[in-house]
């Protein structure tokens, strides 16, 4: 096990590596335009924006800016200034990284237990009204397009513009360190509303495996050895029905830590999904690189730890 | 996307879909002059989309700039008094002395003005002017400006060219004394309307130039401030200042209100980036102590119900800025002029607007220079330039526009040459106006190739470059630096303007006899003749049909009913130093 754990981490670093060069390259032969001629204004002389170019090094050939680039990065850790405010992309990376990173985990928690509760619950109650009531509001949640949701909550639920004075509107966000009250609160018409479509995947998703599950010999067997049906429910079925649940909640949750850019914008979350968004606006390279190599730096240690804990919930997997 | 329109017009409105007069109704008195009796006091919240562009004064040059940054924490040499169109004496203690036929110009500066922690015992001193001009030319600061209305002080090329430490044009006498040396008469740097853009901010030498050095200036984030507000600091850092979502101003202790004419009545100003369009302006129309800042225009549904019951949250003003059509001038068949005024004629202007949501978002135009500005009234006003029948009819002619195609070489009145390309933006409602603008051209047989692609690679990739530019661009526009003709007409049409990246002179006019008139009206120091000559310009560049100007925008501001909201005539904005709580 800690042989093939060293295996994936050192996989990490390649594929963070992979992702930065195809992206570099895919900005510096097709940007979708010149940051130099950006940076310039509106009134640009051919001149100054020749000298802006020389200046941020992109007059060098691709391959000496982007060792540059992860020179900057390994020894000093550095991903540049954005060409936009002048400001370290490490800093303005950091500064936005708990906003995202607590609207993640609020909302993972949530879809994960109304999801999984209500998958069970279905799967174990299939073909009842509480099933298709279930399954049919998980449908609606599915299709609810998460902008749209989020409007809706706001106009309905909101303390500031909404029609029941019940939860904190848009911009309520306040850092954890700061008031843990306030952040709680700030936070949790958010969390319900990126929850909402997640849960309802996953409970679809393990009432489907689950009804399979159930079916299978052992379960049959474990009943006929006389365990509890809620042994039989919790310890031989849902064990092996939740597995693609734990793979789907890795990837999701490695996706949502590189910026969850739609429920940022309508709560005006100040997350990595928002910097990302400016930054493809405003061709701004460095930022566009730093806030990618962190969402891949996510997406593969969710991978990883998806794989890992296989271990631990299907006794066939061995490593 | 960014930069081109977003100077005046990328806050513009957004399909407000709603009828309304095209005249100004300010709901709630004169919103462009304090309320009389307001108080002083409490926390103004603006809420907005964006950012500032950045934090160097040097950098500043768009609408958002001047409202977050630069009129509450930065006085220059001269500024914009909300209800004024020309600037007045700010640091500056009077009017420039223009002397040498125009080539040279003085200015006495007042004494004791100082600034923020920790130089709050430094006086700003003409040396800090000096400086502050010298480091706009840097790569690293990146001014968008400084080379079209300073381009011409003495020494600047051997500054540029690394040939020389200083520029010899800019000199410091004394302390209070700063003159300006040009090669040509400079008329923007006399009557002081470039001496009131942010390069006119005090920078101290001997403090910023380590901030200068690198790659990029970071001198933003270690500023020191002369106006009435500041960002609050610790140490070396701002605490006031989180990029893309918040700035916090509060009063600075250096700023001394006997030798400014800004009240500043508010105690704290907060700018909070991030919002989504709607959710910002309904916060702004049901809460307190708001105002908006980048947001821009409601979306169509809360304008509407705005309007309706909150009118005097509303205020609708002139943007003195144009949204236009650019033909590429120097490419076939658009470098037919017949060819382009038989394209003008055919267009409904009417239809064009109704894409971006009809009256409110503004007049119809006709000529380049937009209502407010000098020389707009003389090139012909609100009404088309007289005599020219390709744009008497605001709906489209086709008849007349038969006739200028049958002169232009197409005899059944119809195009029938090869197919052309039309590249516009992606984004609603700019891509309407481009779909609109296709049914023109169809109907004037032309076989069109259309792209619409995101907004800032339609101007870099190829609207603004000559090589790759398509026959049309549906989606520009420009809006002017300050009430100066030139700010307009000099950038769009100066066939000097024409570069391979960047290029702004859309039609790609290489009228020499154009580019000598532009000239002579940018070296005209006496008020009345260049506004003239610029309305004569304008008049003529209409005349050839090198753009269609279809909008003269509006832009709308949303405010809380508690607030005595300014609009900045200059800025076309709320100005946050005029504006107070009632």
Request: hydrophobic share 40%.
């Amino acid at each position: 096990m800690t042989a093939y754990i060293i295996r994936r981490l050192l996989w990490v670093f390649v594929l963070v590596f992979v992702v930065s060069l195809l992206t570099f390259i895919i900005f510096y032969l097709l940007p979708s335009a010149d940051p130099a001629v950006l940076r310039a204004g509106r009134q640009p002389n051919p001149q100054l924006v020749e000298e802006i170019r020389k200046n941020l090094g992109l007059s060098d050939p691709w391959y000496v800016q982007y060792f540059h680039y992860l020179r900057d990065i390994f020894l000093h850790f550095d991903f540049g200034t954005s060409y936009q405010n002048n400001i370290a992309v490490k800093q303005q990376v950091m500064d936005r990284f708990p906003a995202t990173a607590s609207l993640a985990a609020g909302a993972a928690v949530i879809w994960l237990v109304s999801g999984i509760t209500v998958g069970v619950i279905s799967a174990l109650k299939s073909r009842t009204f509480i099933d298709r009531a279930a399954m049919g509001s998980a449908l609606v949640a599915i299709s609810a397009p998460v902008y749209w949701l989020g409007l809706v909550s706001l106009y309905l639920f909101s303390k500031d513009i909404g029609r029941f004075h019940i939860f904190e509107g848009s911009g309520a966000y306040v850092p954890l360190t700061e008031n843990p009250a306030k952040w709680f609160s700030g936070l949790l018409l958010p969390w319900l509303v990126l929850a909402a479509a997640f849960a309802a995947f996953y409970a679809r998703l393990l009432r489907g495996n689950l009804i399979d599950v159930m079916g299978e010999d052992y379960i049959r067997t474990a009943r006929a050895k006389g365990l509890t049906e809620r042994r039989v429910v919790f310890k031989h079925g849902l064990r092996s029905a939740i597995t693609p649940i734990v793979t789907a909640a890795g990837l999701d949750i490695g996706i949502l830590l590189g910026g969850a850019i739609l429920t940022e914008t309508v709560f005006n979350i100040p997350g990595i999904g928002r910097l990302v968004f400016d930054s493809l606006q405003k061709s701004d390279l460095p930022m566009i690189q730093g806030t990618v190599i962190l969402a891949t730096f996510f997406i593969v240690t969710a991978n990883l730890i998806v794989d890992i804990a296989y271990a631990f919930l299907d006794p066939r997997v061995r490593y | 996307m960014r930069k081109l329109l977003v100077a005046l017009l990328a806050l513009a409105l957004i399909g407000a879909g709603c009828g309304g007069s095209d005249k100004k109704d300010t709901g709630g008195g004169n919103v462009s002059k304090p309320a009389a009796g307001a108080k002083k006091g409490g926390t103004l919240t603006v809420i907005s989309q964006g950012d500032v562009d950045s934090l160097d004064p040097g950098y500043w040059y768009y609408q958002y700039d001047y409202m977050a940054m630069q009129q509450p924490t930065q006085r220059m040499l001269y500024g914009w008094e909300p209800d004024k169109t020309v600037p007045s004496p700010d640091i500056a203690e009077g009017q420039p002395e223009v002397s040498d036929g125009g080539k040279t110009v003085t200015i006495k500066l007042k004494k004791g003005i100082k600034y923020s922690p920790p130089l709050q015992n430094r006086t700003v001193k003409a040396a800090d002017f000096k400086y502050s001009y010298e480091r706009c030319f840097l790569p690293q600061v990146g001014n968008g400006y400084i080379n079209t209305y300073f381009g011409n002080l003495e020494g600047v090329k051997a500054y540029t060219d690394g040939k020389a430490k200083e520029i010899t044009g800019l000199q410091a006498p004394d302390d209070n004394t700063l003159v300006f040396k040009t090669t040509e008469p400079n008329a923007v740097i006399a009557n002081a309307n470039a001496l009131a853009l942010p390069c006119a901010v005090p920078v101290p030498k001997e403090y910023a130039e380590k901030y200068d050095k690198g790659k990029q200036s970071t001198y933003g984030e270690h500023q020191v401030f002369t106006g009435p507000y500041m960002i609050p600091r610790k140490g070396d850092k701002f605490t006031g200042y989180q990029a893309g979502k918040r700035i916090e101003l509060v009063r600075n202790p250096s700023w001394d209100k006997s030798t400014s004419f800004q009240p500043a009545f508010v105690d704290k100003i907060i700018f909070l980036g991030g919002n989504d369009a709607t959710v910002g302006s309904k916060k702004i129309l049901s809460g307190d102590s708001m105002i908006n800042g980048d947001l821009g225009a409601p979306p169509t549904n809360v304008l509407k119900q705005a309007l309706s019951r909150q009118k005097d949250q509303i205020e609708v003003t002139p943007s003195q800025g144009n949204r236009f059509i650019g033909f590429d001038s120097a490419k076939k068949p658009f470098d037919n002029e017949n060819l382009r005024k038989a394209v003008i004629a055919a267009t409904d202007r009417e239809a064009l607007r109704l894409t971006r949501g009809g009256p409110t978002v503004g007049n119809i135009g006709s000529h380049f220079l937009p209502p407010g500005l000098p020389g707009f009234e003389e090139a012909g006003g609100l009404k088309a330039p007289e005599g020219l029948d390709f744009l008497a009819n605001p709906k489209g002619d086709m008849e007349v526009a038969k006739k200028y195609m049958k002169a232009a070489g197409f005899p059944s009145g119809k195009y029938n040459g090869p197919k052309i390309t039309m590249v516009g933006d992606d984004e609603e409602p700019a891509s309407n106006t481009g779909e609109a603008f296709l049914e023109v051209l169809k109907k004037l047989g032309f076989n069109v190739n259309y792209r619409q692609i995101p907004h800032e690679t339609m101007y870099s990739k190829f609207c603004q470059v000559p090589a790759d530019q398509p026959e049309v661009c549906p989606n520009l526009g420009w809006g002017k630096d300050f009430y100066d003709a030139q700010s307009m007409i000099d950038p769009i049409f100066n066939p000097k303007n024409l570069v391979p990246t960047g290029n702004v002179n859309y039609a790609n006019v290489k009228d020499p006899e154009i580019g000598k008139k532009i000239e002579a009206a940018k070296q005209e120091t006496d008020k009345a003749k260049a506004t003239q000559m610029w309305a004569d310009l304008d008049k003529e560049l209409t005349a050839k049909a090198y753009l269609l100007t279809w909008l003269w925008d509006n832009q709308v501001q949303t405010k809380s009913k508690n607030v005595n909201g300014v609009v900045s005539k200059f800025n076309t904005s709320w100005d946050v130093t005029y504006t107070s709580i009632k």
